[in-house]
Antibody, heavy 116, light 108 residues
């Protein structure tokens, strides 16, 4: 069974850095891209970017380019989403999901709260 | 960026009824459209991809149709477990992949 398990909820202050993770199992890690999707409180889904675990090639949405970094560690089958400088508007649920163009399955989500 | 507009925003129906959800694209996406279901407190789940193909394990009461700019998700006979938010998503023109704003299917 393909599974994506994300790291736990985070509470951070504006200006801080953060990295959240998405650990995978049940399939050949390098066979499927991993995407990250944001869902702000009470809102819809926004695709942030994706990574090819084979060579760490990434694509980003213009809305998120330069603000986040997506990476992987093949040795532990894990993808990451990182911010160097958080701001309050980064408060959201973040999901990882496998698949090149269609997203299936998804991780359970990581809630990130940024507040002073 | 392709904008996907879903209608209605909220749909109130009873179990056993037929649900018809719409997704309209700002330009043609051919058949490069998917539908997802999201229940409260859960991650989204893929229902339909390539406009009309059911994902693994999705019941036959869910069907998708359309091409170009107009798409429909139909649930033939609603079950209590189907009341959720539904999103469409396109892959035709990226980056970025884009989602519709969602349709909330609620119990009448």
């Amino acid at each position: 069974e393909v599974q994506l398990v994300q790291s736990g909820a985070e509470v951070k202050k504006p200006g801080e850095s953060l990295r959240i993770s998405c650990q995978t199992s049940g399939y050949t890690f390098t066979n499927h891209w991993i995407s990250w999707v944001r869902q702000m409180p009470g809102k819809g889904l926004e695709w942030m970017g994706r990574i090819d675990p084979t060579d760490s090639y990434t694509n980003y949405s213009p809305s998120f380019q330069g603000h986040v970094t997506i990476s992987v560690d093949k040795s532990i089958r894990t993808a990451y989403l990182q911010w160097n400088t958080l701001n309050a508007s980064d408060t959201a649920m973040y999901y990882c999901a496998t698949g090149l163009d269609w997203f299936d399955p998804w991780g359970q989500g990581t809630l990130v709260t940024v507040s002073s | 960026e392709i904008v996907l507009t879903q209608s209605p925003a909220t749909l109130s129906l009873s179990p056993g009824e037929r649900a018809t959800l719409s997704c309209r694209a700002s330009q043609s996406v051919n058949s490069d459209l998917a539908w997802y279901q999201q229940k409260p407190g859960q991650a989204p789940r893929l229902l339909i991809y390539d406009a009309s193909k059911r994902a693994t394990g999705i019941p036959a009461r869910f069907s998708g149709s359309g091409s170009g700019t107009d798409f429909t998700l139909t649930i033939s006979s609603l079950e209590p477990d189907d009341f959720a938010v539904y999103y469409c998503q396109q892959r035709s023109n990226w980056p970025p992949y884009t989602f519709g704003q969602g349709t909330k299917l609620e119990i009448k």
